[in-house]
Nanobody, 123 residues
Framework: QVQLVESGGGLVQAGGSLRLSCAASGRTISSRAMGWFRQAPGKERECVAAISRSGISTYYTDSAKGRFTISRDNAKNTVYLQMNSLKPEDTAVYYC????????????????WGQGTQVTVSS
């Protein structure tokens, strides 16, 4: 079982940037798709970005395109989410998750989850 720990969340003003990190331990994540999800109060959890095991394929939800960048360093067993031009509507708990295959964006395919990190964007 892989353990995932997110870090890098915090309070930032609108227009600012944050870089989230997800450190994996217990097992390698190099063969698995990785995703960043977020959940705001009263809303469903959504996939913000995903990256294939090789890093060649990526996915972004429409609201994240052009502002967020997902990347991974398999040698460090770590995944990142660079978030720029943050907006108040980006406020949520952000979760890192490991997929069951090398590429997927389906919520149900992500079985290992971190505890989440809070991102708050003030206007």
């Amino acid at each position: 079982q892989v353990q995932l720990v997110e870090s890098g969340g915090g309070l930032v003003q609108a227009g600012g940037s944050l870089r989230l990190s997800c450190a994996a331990s217990g097992r390698t994540i190099s063969s698995r798709a990785m995703g960043w999800f977020r959940q705001a109060p009263g809303k469903e959890r959504e996939c913000v970005a995903a990256i294939s095991r090789s890093g060649i394929s990526t996915y972004y939800t429409d609201s994240a395109k052009g502002r967020f960048t997902i990347s991974r360093d398999n040698a460090k067993n770590t995944v990142y989410l660079q978030m720029n031009s943050l907006k108040p509507e980006d406020t949520a708990v952000y979760y890192c998750a490991a997929g069951i295959s090398g590429w997927t964006t389906e919520l149900s395919d992500f079985r290992s989850w971190g505890q989440g990190t809070q991102v708050t964007v003030s206007s």
